[in-house]
C-alpha cells in the first residue's frame, strides 16, 4: 500500500524568504509519481509540480522546486522568496504508473506567510 | 475552458435523504475520480472510472454510487446520506500524458 507523510501541521515563513515543506512517502513500486497541490482558503485545488520516479533532475516551476530525493522516500516542496498569496494548505500526492485516477494525498501542511 | 464542473457547492440533507453531486469536464480525459476531504485526513478517493462504462471503487466506496455513461460526465450518488457522509467533495479529471488532476471547485455537503 502506498502512503504519504507530511510532518509539519503548519509552518510559518517571512516574506520573502524560502520554505521547505517535508513530504515522505512508501510505495513498492518502481514507477511513480509525486505532485504537489496547494489549497487556499477559498477551497480549490491547485497544481504546483510533478515529479517522476525515473526523472534524473528535481522539477521546478517558477518559485516552486521540488528536492526529490529516491533513496530516502521523500518529496519536499521548496517555495522561493515567499508571498503573502502563498497562505494556504499544501498537500503531497502521490501515485503509481497504470493508476493514473488514482492518488494517495498527505493530510497536508498548513503554510502561513507573514510580513 | 470550463475544466471541470462540479455542481451544487453546497447542499444540506437530512439523513436517508438521496442526492447526485454532479460533474462534467470539457477536457476529453478519459480518467475521472471522486475524492472527500475531511479535516486532518486530506483527500481519499472514493470512486474512479477509466474511460465510459468502467467505474471501479477507490479507498472508501461505501455508501456511494457513481456510473459513467459518457466521457464528459461522473455522477456521485448519495442512496441514503449519513452524518458521515459530511465532507468537502472533489471531482477530477485525468490528463493521462502526466497523471496530473484537475479538481473541481469542491461541494461542501452537510448530513443532519
Known amino acids: 500500500a502506498q502512503k504519504i507523510t507530511q510532518t509539519q501541521p503548519g509552518m510559518f515563513v517571512q516574506e520573502k524568504e524560502a520554505v521547505t515543506l517535508d513530504c515522505t512517502y512508501d510505495?513498492?513500486?518502481?514507477?511513480?509519481?509525486l505532485f504537489w497541490y496547494k489549497q487556499p482558503s477559498s477551497g480549490e485545488m491547485i497544481f504546483l509540480i510533478y515529479q517522476g520516479s525515473y526523472d534524473e533532475q528535481n522539477a521546478t516551476e517558477g518559485r516552486y522546486s521540488l528536492n526529490f530525493q529516491k533513496a530516502r522516500k521523500s518529496a519536499n516542496l521548496v517555495i522561493s522568496a515567499s508571498q503573502l498569496g502563498d497562505s494556504a494548505m499544501y498537500f503531497c500526492?502521490?501515485?503509481?504508473?497504470?493508476?493514473?485516477?488514482?492518488?494517495?494525498f498527505g493530510t497536508g501542511t498548513r503554510l502561513q506567510v507573514t510580513l | 475552458n470550463a475544466g471541470v464542473t462540479q455542481t451544487p457547492k453546497f447542499q444540506v440533507l437530512k439523513t436517508g435523504q438521496s442526492m447526485t453531486l454532479q460533474c462534467a469536464q470539457d477536457m476529453n480525459h478519459e480518467y475521472m475520480s471522486w475524492y472527500r476531504q475531511d479535516p486532518g485526513m486530506g483527500l481519499r478517493l472514493i470512486h474512479y472510472s477509466v474511460g465510459a462504462g468502467i467505474t471501479d471503487q477507490g479507498e472508501v466506496p461505501n455508501g456511494y454510487n457513481v456510473s459513467r455513461s459518457t466521457t464528459e460526465d461522473f455522477p456521485l450518488r448519495l442512496l441514503s446520506a449519513a452524518p458521515s457522509q459530511t465532507s468537502v467533495y472533489f471531482c477530477?479529471?485525468?490528463?493521462?500524458?502526466?497523471?496530473?488532476?484537475?479538481f473541481g471547485e469542491g461541494s461542501r455537503l452537510t448530513v443532519l
Open positions: 477530477a479529471s485525468t490528463r493521462t500524458t502526466t497523471g496530473e488532476l484537475f
Open positions: 500526492a502521490m501515485r503509481s504508473t497504470g493508476t493514473a485516477s488514482k492518488l494517495t
Open positions: 510505495t513498492s513500486d518502481q514507477s511513480y509519481g
